[in-house]
């Protein structure tokens, strides 16, 4: 069974501060997608990683997924309250690329 | 172009009564996930169809759930003889193919809650 593990679970910063959210797992996945989702609504797609080492960045957010496909993380730079949600990532993997395995999220909270 | 789109998006059902959820896709999109978040929890798969087929049920509690996606119309998540614990969103998704580097777009969910 693949296992991904997201850290920190809360986060509350100030609008402007950097911060980083990890997604581990000790399983490879052939792709990795973040998400963020706002309370009562469905996640929204922001990025997808497929290959190991790959930086992705849009706007404020930079994604990178490891080396080894095993992990990932998302930096936001200058956070603002718009950023605020929760930010799911979701590994495709294990022979079946359209089953996603997702992690429980970080809920982040930035006050203006 | 519409996104996925899903109704009701709030369900209430007392013990023993039935639930059906209904998932339009993406245009032209022909697979179809259905995924559960529980209270706490994160998103869990539970099925993945194509149009008129099942692909992938593996994620289906065995009792009560059925899943469709007719050649015609939405695909249905229907639970028959709610319990509390069926208390969840439900989530559909679909997509164009299943490639690596395929992306599942998400409909905003139906909140079930069972009184």
């Known amino acids: 069974t693949q296992l991904l593990e997201q850290s920190p679970q809360f986060l509350s910063i100030q609008e402007g501060e950097n911060l980083t959210v990890y997604c581990n797992s000790s399983?490879?996945?052939?792709?990795l997608q973040w998400y963020r989702q706002e309370p009562g609504e469905g996640p929204v797609l922001l990025v997808t990683?497929?290959?190991?080492?790959e930086v992705k960045k849009l706007k404020r957010l930079t994604f990178q997924f490891g080396d080894a496909r095993k992990d990932s993380s998302l930096h936001i730079t200058a956070a603002q309250p718009g950023d605020t949600g929760l930010y799911l990532c979701?590994?495709?993997?294990?022979?079946?690329?359209?089953?996603?395995?997702f992690g429980k999220g970080t809920l982040l909270t930035v006050n203006p | 172009n519409a996104g996925v789109m899903q109704n009701p998006r709030h369900l209430v059902r007392r013990r023993g009564q039935e639930a059906r959820l209904r998932c339009s896709p993406m245009?032209?999109?022909?697979?179809v996930y259905w995924y559960r978040q529980l209270p706490e929890e994160g998103l869990k798969f539970m099925v993945y169809?194509?149009?008129?087929?099942?692909?992938?049920e593996s994620g289906m509690p065995k009792e009560r759930f059925s899943a469709e996606f007719p050649k015609e119309g939405p695909s249905i998540l229907r639970i028959q003889q709610v319990v509390r614990g069926d208390s969840a969103a439900y989530f559909c998704?679909?997509?164009?193919?299943?490639?690596?580097?395929?992306?599942?777009?998400f409909g905003q969910g139906t909140r079930l809650t069972v009184v």
């Open positions: 998704a679909s997509s164009l193919g299943t490639g690596l580097n395929t992306e599942a777009f």
């Open positions: 399983s490879v996945f052939s792709s």
């Open positions: 990683v497929v290959t190991g080492g």
């Open positions: 979701a590994g495709a993997g294990g022979g079946s690329n359209y089953k996603l395995t």
């Open positions: 245009k032209g999109h022909s697979h």
């Open positions: 169809l194509q149009k008129e087929n099942i692909i992938d």
